[in-house]
């Protein structure tokens, strides 16, 4: 499978226990994903994909404890921080309605009235609204991830259409820094 095939459902930070345990950064709304028997990928920039089975799984602090087949201490454990582990993206939980993955929104484009704005690069979804960081031949954009605002998102096709609210694209050019008083 290529790259473009796989997505990255969690991240290992550091080693947990002393029999091989991982403690990781869940990036999915499906830990239910992670049970004994089930079949993971590890990868990380410049290394080979690694095929790995879960031998156990339990929520801790926020987070959740991996122990994996074959990981068996605290210096097999350590080799595995900052590993991402990948499902095939064909094994993702299909999503309801009109929710979409954020990792299928980087790379759209970004449409108004039939004008190409951009291409979205990344989502900042740590706050609030999720917010699309478009690149545009002028910099970056930056829309707010709302049904008010992007009224088409077609994934297959890789196009967000939007109508942008009066301003925007202003406020956008201006940046928030001229609107601070010190």
Excluded at 76 to 99: F, Y
Excluded at 174 to 182: F, H, P, Y
């Amino acid at each position: 499978m290529s790259e473009g095939e796989f997505a990255t459902v969690a991240h290992i930070h550091r080693p947990q226990g002393r029999r091989g345990e991982v403690a990781v950064e869940l990036y999915t709304d499906f830990p239910e994903r992670f049970q004994a028997g089930s079949r993971v990928w590890l990868w990380m920039d410049g290394q080979p994909r690694r095929d790995m089975e879960l031998q156990d799984a339990w929520p801790h602090k926020g987070g959740v404890i991996l122990k994996f087949a074959g990981v068996d201490s605290i210096s097999d454990a350590e080799k595995l921080s900052g590993w991402e582990i990948q499902i095939p993206a064909t094994e993702r939980v299909a999503l309801e309605g009109s929710a979409v993955y954020v990792s299928d929104l980087v790379g759209c484009k970004v449409v108004e009235r039939g004008v190409e704005l951009g291409t979205i690069e990344a989502v900042d979804d740590r706050v609030g609204t999720p917010v699309l960081m478009v690149k545009t031949p002028q910099g970056e954009l930056l829309i707010p991830f709302a049904t008010e605002i992007c009224r088409v998102v077609d994934t297959e096709r890789k196009v967000v259409e939007v109508e942008l609210p009066e301003g925007l694209l202003e406020l956008n050019k201006r940046g928030l820094s001229a609107d601070v008083a010190d």
